[in-house]
């Protein structure tokens, strides 16, 4: 059954991408021509499609707490500690509306990946070049206050299980500096999906999106020193909850 599964959710995973470059680029497109909105819908919809039905195949039992805190429109930024590859899944999933997210420069050589990426808002950080990762930053700070939405894993890397790691001040400017509310996204069980033993894992997952953070009341050495350490904080509050909700 662990095999079956892992077979399923690679053949939906490729049958997606198949299905969702050639609607995606002409909506894409389309944008361009005053439906950037609509067209931007178009695109997360098959995503969270795609999602959805991968979560579905995996059988993880889910527990989302919390999707009463994010806004249906306006500016948000999220930011999630980052457990494994599975956690752009369940934010694909459960955010449910169209966001952007960072992604490392390396996955925009991986065919049909890098279009997908491109297609949902994501951007590409170089982080071994600082002029173009300052102007990547720039680009999705501008997303933001154009009343779009970003995910960040602060974290730079996945934790694979290990604990909530420290913050990187380059990637968490996307919230700092773009004065719109923050979404703190506690993530738990994701590595042990499919990472841990390279089959997937039906295991229980739990995503918990905490109350915004209003920002444009701080002041900016607030924003600049003191939001990272509250945000952090409130992700791993939750996270302890959770570990001790299990122990009951």
Request: net charge positive; hydrophobic share 45%.
């Amino acid at each position: 059954m662990v095999l079956l599964k892992t077979v399923l959710a690679f053949a939906a995973t490729i049958f997606a991408m198949f299905l969702f470059i050639p609607v995606g680029l002409p909506a894409f497109i389309l944008s361009f021509l005053g439906l950037k909105k609509p067209m931007s819908w178009v695109n997360y919809k098959m995503a969270q499609a795609w999602a959805r039905c991968i979560i579905y195949i995996t059988g993880c039992s889910m527990e989302v707490k919390g999707r009463e805190h994010i806004p249906k429109k306006g500016s948000v930024c999220f930011v999630s500690n980052h457990v494994g590859i599975f956690d752009i899944i369940l934010a694909i999933g459960y955010i449910g509306r169209p966001f952007g997210f960072i992604a490392k420069k390396e996955l925009a050589f991986i065919p049909m990946l890098d279009v997908w990426i491109y297609l949902l808002g994501g951007l590409f950080l170089d982080r071994k070049n600082i002029r173009k990762a300052i102007s990547t930053m720039n680009r999705g700070i501008q997303k933001i206050k154009d009343g779009g939405s970003m995910l960040i894993f602060p974290e730079g890397t996945r934790s694979k299980g290990r604990g909530l790691g420290p913050f990187k001040s380059g990637s968490f400017k996307l919230a700092s500096n773009s004065l719109a509310p923050v979404i703190p996204i506690a993530i738990a069980g994701s590595y042990d999906v499919f990472e841990r033993h390279y089959l997937v894992h039906a295991v229980p997952v739990r995503l918990v999106f905490c109350p915004p953070i209003v920002t444009a009341d701080m002041s900016s050495d607030d924003r600049r020193h003191k939001l990272p350490d509250q945000v952090r904080l409130t992700i791993e509050e939750t996270l302890v909850t959770r570990l001790e909700e299990n122990r009951e």
